[in-house]
């Protein structure tokens, strides 16, 4: 697979950041999945910090009115599906957004969490707990967490090698 089609295929594994794929492009050809996640991973772990911010940027609030609208990417929408995010109560919803916006205003972009397999309860207990970190250790577990979701969306179109 060229470059091109290589883009063109896993473009979108980073949300809203085909730079990423462009990048780990670069490493091909792939010796296994986990060669080409770790050529994934060492794209964002090398991007330049304003790079990496608009990476971070990009998620879309969890259980947020473009979710609720059907504004966000298939793979988010069936993450946030998956986690029960799109049947909140009105008051869940009601928190959700309270905190979404508690932690934009305190870190300056959206609560990333690698949402596969958590419930309703495990996210809203991650919120809490993150929103007392300092913006460097939140920066670096947001980054963290989009290296997981990056892990299970290349998992998931990639079959196993082996």
Known sequence: M???RFVLCFGDIAEHAAW??????RARPFASRDAMIAAFATAVREAEPDRQLDLLRSHPDLAGKAARAGEITADSRREQSGAGLDSLDAEEFTRFTMLNERYRRTFGFPFI????GATKQRILAAFESRLGNSPDAERATALSQVLCIIRFRIEERVLHDG
């Open 2 to 4: 060229g470059p091109e």
């Open 20 to 25: 990423v794929a462009q990048a780990a492009a």
């Open 113 to 116: 969490l690698a949402v596969k």
